[in-house]
């Protein structure tokens, strides 16, 4: 993979942490600032005692305190008060009364007595001693009613009424006694609530009044009554609390339901309206800053997931920096697209989400990266469809967007899976579309809404073009992708193996012994590359064009003799040394020149590393024995790849095998084993990431495979075709 040279430049400034955490940062602002619209509550410029513009809705649900706390008061003023109903109160009254004219009736009955006792006494003087005047009754009846009693009735009854009682007649008295028990007992049995005494004194006092009472017994009786009632039921604060608690919990939060009218068009805002709105902060510029939180939890999710995919993704650094960048840039074209069809909803358009193509990332991104992080990034994508298209909807987000963009994009995935062809990309965007019909379908069913023909046909349309749009985009964007970021997709490099291509045209026709042979090692450099998961389809396309710098001199290697002399037998170790070598180096100008991705180029570069031109070296040393072995090696690099390193192997195995007559599968197995050891004690392997145990896959892979594909070719000595055949 190639890297811009801004990359470069910034990256020898940066620490690779450091550039790979501001891009994140980069990342994290972009998704913010894009949402950041979509997000923010809607303000409405409202006066009170104004007529509405426009037909205001709730944009979500929401307690409503001073609503809810008049429901609650109102709830807890209707509860009535708890009383407890004291049976023996009436008994106890009852009691009193005729206790008081219990006690006067012995006054008066002792008083007579003692009356007739001294008028049969011989001396005047002491019957006017024994016989109590009217006072002297009146402190004894005073004094036994404080001592009976546990009221202090004296304190309730004038001196005037139990004067009354003790001056009235008795046949008055016990009228007086009937009429106050009875009433007392008429009102009293029908219950006083405490703090009712006095409704239910003034009851009684109207109803001894037509009684025909004169005044000082009906003033008596009034007075007796009154002494009487007492309340027969006693307030209970703590039940009746209990009870307006239990009123209070019944009472529902009073809420402003999400998409509720708070006021029509037309209609005239009053002060009810107003306190909703404000409630609402629809009419204020500040408004709340839970949702600008919640995208900022939201956005922290997104760059997360991202951060912990590639943390884990076991590639170099400098490639993982560029995939995080291209991920990045997809995720940002999308979330534009998005927004644009998003400013469509202006247009009053239904649903115009639909309209999105929801494939394009994920399709993309599985061609140029892999798919996993296509996945991940249609998950993504899905939650911001939802934010971005909600205001379709009454709530945050808009579930039923979320779930056609996911579906659209898994689709757009899969349909791309084993398509290696460009014109797949539209089929597979056709193919999108008719999910996308589907999604669409099972969503406005599920509404159980009637929905008008036209109204279906716009729908219809909405899917097409959000399948198809994403199959343009995609082939649109991938040739900038491809070459921005050096990346070298399937479908890049099946274009690449296509015979009519210049490089390989021009192969074929002036080096054909050399084009067969690169189909050979393609064979057997993609079958082991598939045996340990490394790129067998790099590989292949990268043996298709590692030779190319052979159409130079082609007559220079043995595979292109036909019949005719070795040419290399006329001229000095020297120069056949700089004809044989300089193939890898004019390979990689000539494509470069063609502008072919980088690592086919590294494959060009790399297939022979540094390693050394024996057959040739042996010849120069029997003429010069002081000739250098540096002289005589290639001037690499070495592999820096698995699948360069591969192709290094199959390139002398096919070499070799071929100028062997009937080899066995034991010879085979030798020779592979010999090529594989003679590359690892030469330390080719040493800057790639092969393991030894890949080794061994490899080198079976080469030995099942080997035996199919070769056919028969002149044997030469084994260090001349270890050193012109290459």
């Known amino acids: 993979m190639q890297t811009h040279p801004l990359l470069k430049k910034i990256r020898t400034i940066l620490s690779y942490r450091v550039f790979t955490s501001s891009i994140f940062v980069l990342l994290a602002l972009l998704v913010f600032g894009v949402l950041i619209g979509n997000i923010r509550p809607p303000v409405y410029n409202v006066e009170l005692f104004e007529t509405a513009d426009v037909t205001i809705r709730a944009p979500k649900t929401i307690i409503d305190e001073e609503k809810t706390k008049e429901k609650r008061e109102k709830a807890a003023a209707e509860v009535e008060k708890v009383y407890i109903h004291k049976e023996e109160t009436l008994e106890n009254r009852m009691d009193l009364i005729n206790s008081i004219f219990s006690s006067v009736e012995s006054i008066i009955y002792q008083n007579n007595k003692q009356k007739i006792e001294s008028q049969s006494a011989e001396d005047p003087e002491t019957d006017e001693k024994k016989t109590l005047t009217l006072s002297q009754q009146l402190d004894s009846l005073k004094k036994g009613l404080t001592e009976n009693a546990k009221l202090d009735v004296t304190e309730t009854l004038s001196d005037e009424v139990l004067l009354t009682l003790l001056t009235m007649s008795e046949t008055d008295r016990k009228r007086v006694q009937s009429i106050v028990i009875s009433q007392v007992d008429s009102v009293m049995s029908e219950k006083v609530l405490e703090g009712q005494e006095i409704e239910a004194e003034n009851l009684v006092e109207n109803r001894l009044r037509s009684f025909n009472l004169s005044t000082a017994p009906l003033n008596l009786a009034i007075s007796l009554t009154q002494l009487a009632i007492v309340p027969t039921d006693i307030y209970d604060e703590i039940k009746t609390e209990e009870k307006r608690n239990e009123a209070l919990l019944d009472v529902k939060n009073e809420e402003i339901i999400e998409g509720q009218v708070i006021v029509q068009s037309g209609q005239m805002i009053d002060h009810e309206i107003y306190r909703q709105l404000e409630l609402l902060d629809l009419v204020s510029s500040e408004g709340s800053s839970k949702p600008y939180w919640g995208l900022v939890i939201f956005v922290l999710v997104i760059i997360s997931t991202l951060y912990y995919y590639f943390y884990n993704w076991e590639i170099k650094e400098e490639k993982k920096q560029n995939y995080i960048i291209l991920t990045s840039v997809i995720f940002i074209i999308s979330l534009l697209i998005m927004k644009i069809v998003g400013l469509m909803e202006k247009l009053e358009v239904s649903e115009i989400g639909f309209l999105f193509p929801a494939a394009f990332a994920g399709m993309i991104l599985r061609i140029l990266l892999n798919e996993r992080i296509a996945m991940v990034m249609i998950f993504i994508l899905s939650g911001c469809a939802s934010i971005v298209f909600h205001n379709q909807t009454t709530g945050a987000f808009d579930i039923e ?78 040739p900038f992708f491809e070459a921005g970021f050096g990346i070298i997709s399937a479908m890049k490099l099946i274009e690449l193996s296509n015979p009519n291509h210049p490089l390989l045209k021009k192969l074929l026709t002036e080096a054909p012994g050399t084009y067969h042979h690169s189909v050979m090692v393609a064979n057997l450099a993609e079958a082991a590359c598939e045996s340990i998961g490394a790129n067998g389809l790099l590989a292949r396309v990268g043996c298709y064009y590692h030779d190319l710098g052979k159409t130079r001199r082609p007559h220079f290697f043995i595979e292109n003799q036909m019949n005719m002399e070795n040419p290399h037998d006329r001229l000095s170790p020297e120069t056949s040394k700089k004809i044989i070598i300089g193939h890898t180096t004019d390979g990689a100008k000539m494509l470069r020149k063609y502008k072919l991705p980088k690592e086919l180029v590294d494959i060009a570069e790399q297939h022979h590393g540094t390693s050394l031109l024996k057959f040739f070296y042996y010849k120069a040393k029997q003429e010069n024995p002081d000739v250098v072995e540096e002289d005589y090696r290639y001037p690499g690099p070495k592999p820096q790849s698995k699948e360069a390193a591969i192709v290094s192997i199959a390139d002398s195995v096919e070499a070799a095998v071929r100028s062997m007559t009937a080899p066995t599968p034991e010879e085979i197995r030798k020779l592979v084993e010999n090529i594989v050891q003679d590359r690892l004690q030469d330390g080719q392997f040493n800057e790639c990431d092969l393991t030894l145990k890949e080794l061994q896959t490899i080198k079976k892979t080469f030995c099942e495979t080997v035996n199919g594909i070769f056919h028969s070719r002149i044997e030469y000595p084994e260090t001349q075709s270890k050193g012109v055949s290459t």
């Open 401 to 478: 967007i979320a779930m056609y963009t996911l579906f659209s994009g898994i689709s757009g995935i899969l349909f791309l899976a084993n398509r290696k062809q460009r014109t797949n990309i539209l089929q597979a965007g056709l193919y999108v579309s008719i999910v996308n019909l589907f999604i669409i379908l099972f969503l406005l069913l599920l509404k159980d809404t009637d929905y008008s023909r036209m109204e279906y046909i716009f729908h219809a349309i909405y899917a097409l073009v959000s399948g198809v749009g994403s199959a343009v985009l995609t082939i649109g964007f991938l």
